[in-house]
């Protein structure tokens, strides 16, 4: 009796009839007789794993041999190979062994007992639309359930979709500028968050479309001053200053430079609590280090108007470097000011400082010993209390290194009450408590209510070299698809 097994197209193992019942101690010699097909020139430098392959033979059954070169294919169980150390195959015009491997040979894997399904790793998406937010020109802004990787459909985590068009260079040095800007913010708090501003979660990609991934917010302070009631804005205000304030401070430590600061950039969640967010326009220290107070950073004409400092204003149009002006962190400081003339008007829509540049100009030219000591706000009527007046006067100053900054903001009158309370005691506290509530477990669900719109987005992350072109894809580190933390799910 004779068996036969097919190792190769061209490689036949024969075992005899007084093959040996037992094993060699390590290794067996076996003689291979190759013979080249007439289509193919001859195998030479044979190299070749067999996997699991054994000598011992547990359950022979007889097999005929119809002729000398036809050989039928013999049905193995998966008894009928036991592991050994070492197989040492010996052709005829090459020596190769074959090193015993734990994994199962291919022809076992259908007979041999399933493994169980990997975990899969926490991915982003696909997003289920719920309702659009705000849309803008190349933007637009939906809230969304994560799906969780297609396990949930209606009972995911509550999160938001800022999706961008990818279209010319313009577009994507905006889109760069702000994936940088939240890359060092990333770096500068590790594994705990800014306090007062937003985090990136993920950058994702599709053909003609970017993806940030962010918590999902109440409002904007622009629809708090043109909608809400003027009691919650009075009773708010000034503890949203002291946190812009504190945020504008860590985003400085991190080398940061916002430069578009406005209402429409700064959200509200929902706890009425301040979260700085859209750094489109930012400037990121290239070496990391923090924002310096004296320092000359930009001079790029940058920012929305009427919340540009004077500095920024005097470069648009110049065409000449050496005549440009470079600004630091104060420009930041400026738009502040402007905010808090806005909330300190007790009127129900609130109006910008400066209707045109003309006004602005004005404002740089004033001298209050020329209009008998009056201050500009004074003059032009508006009625505020003298510590609105001094910490106005203080963050508008048109010479920059002048003008106030943290350590200025934070020793200001106009935060303290008639309690004693300051509104910067244990602020970093209460922002450390904001930052590690879950994402989006405080989102009510009233907010949620569906518009209609059932789309499903399924961005992903590309790696390095997936597509041609500048690859924004990007996943937080310390965010909640980058921690070892598990996901919960939020029922309905």
């Given amino acids: 009796m004779r068996q036969a097994l097919r190792l190769t197209p061209n ?29 193919r ?51 005829e015009e090459h020596d190769f062994a074959v090193p015993a491997s734990p994994v199962q040979a291919p022809w076992m894997r259908n007979t041999a007992t399933p493994e169980p399904a990997p975990i899969e790793d926490c991915d982003p998406g696909p997003f289920l639309q719920v309702h659009l937010v705000r849309e803008e020109l190349h933007s637009q802004v939906v809230a969304v359930r994560d799906m969780d990787g297609g396990r949930t459909l209606r009972n995911g985590r509550p999160l ?28 500068a708090a590790g594994n705990a968050w800014v306090l007062y501003v937003m ?17 999902l917010m109440d409002c ?26 504190t945020g504008l401070a860590a985003i400085h430590a991190a080398g940061i430079i916002h430069r578009d600061l406005k209402p429409e ?53 110049n065409k000449y470097p050496r005549h440009l002006q470079k600004y630091s962190l104060h420009i930041d400081y400026w738009a502040l000011g402007l905010i808090v003339f806005e909330l300190e008007r007790d009127i129900d829509r609130p109006y910008p400082l400066f209707d045109t540049e ?16 009056r201050s500009y706000f004074v003059s032009n009527g508006y009625d505020f209390p003298r510590d609105v007046e001094s910490l106005l006067d203080g963050l508008l100053r048109p010479i920059q290194f002048l003008r106030y900054g943290d350590r200025e903001v934070r020793r200001h009158p106009y935060f303290q009450n008639s309690q004693g309370y300051n509104e910067f005691d244990k602020i970093e506290e209460r922002g450390r408590e904001l930052n590690n509530i879950p994402v989006g477990s405080d989102v009510p ?39 070892p933390q598990a996901r919960p799910v939020y029922e309905e």
């Avoid at 000598?55 to 592991?83: L, M, Q, T, W, Y």
């Avoid at 004005?362 to 008998?372: C, G, I, L």
Wanted: hydrophobic share 40%; glycine share 6%.
């Fill in 358 to 373: 003309a006004d602005l100009w004005a404002y740089v030219k004033y001298r209050p010993v020329e209009h008998k000591g």
């Fill in 160 to 187: 938001c979709l800022k999706i961008l068009r990818r279209g010319g260079p313009k577009e994507e040095m905006l889109i760069t500028r702000e994936l940088q800007a939240y890359k060092a913010l990333s770096k």
């Fill in 445 to 483: 669900l009233d907010r949620l209510k569906p518009d209609g719109i059932r789309e499903i987005h399924t961005p992903i992350a590309y790696g390095p070299y997936d597509h041609p072109g500048t690859n924004f894809s990007w996943i937080n580190p310390h965010g909640i698809w980058g921690g």
């Fill in 199 to 215: 985090r990136l979660e993920a950058s994702l990609e599709e053909a003609y479309h970017l993806y940030f991934v962010m918590a």
């Fill in 220 to 245: 904007d302070l622009m629809d708090v001053m043109m909608c809400w009631n003027l009691d919650v804005r009075q009773a708010r205000r000034r503890q949203w200053v002291a946190q812009i304030a």
């Fill in 41 to 91: 020139a001859p195998l030479v430098g044979i190299s070749n794993t067999i996997a699991h392959v054994e000598s011992r033979i547990a359950n022979p059954s007889p097999h005929k041999v119809k002729s000398e070169g036809e050989v039928d294919d013999i049905p193995v169980p998966p008894s009928f190979f036991e592991p050994e150390p070492d197989v040492e195959v010996k052709s």
């Fill in 11 to 39: 490689a036949t193992l024969r075992l005899g009839p007084n093959a040996p019942a037992t094993i060699s101690p390590t290794t067996r010699k076996i003689r291979i007789k190759l013979k080249a097909s007439p289509q």
């Fill in 265 to 317: 950039n700064i959200l509200i969640d929902f706890h009425l609590n301040i979260r700085i967010s859209d750094f489109g326009c930012a400037y990121v220290n290239p070496n990391g280090q923090a924002i310096h107070a004296f320092g000359a950073y930009g001079d790029e004409a940058i920012g929305t108007w009427p919340y540009m400092a004077p500095e920024v204003i005097s470069n648009r149009g």
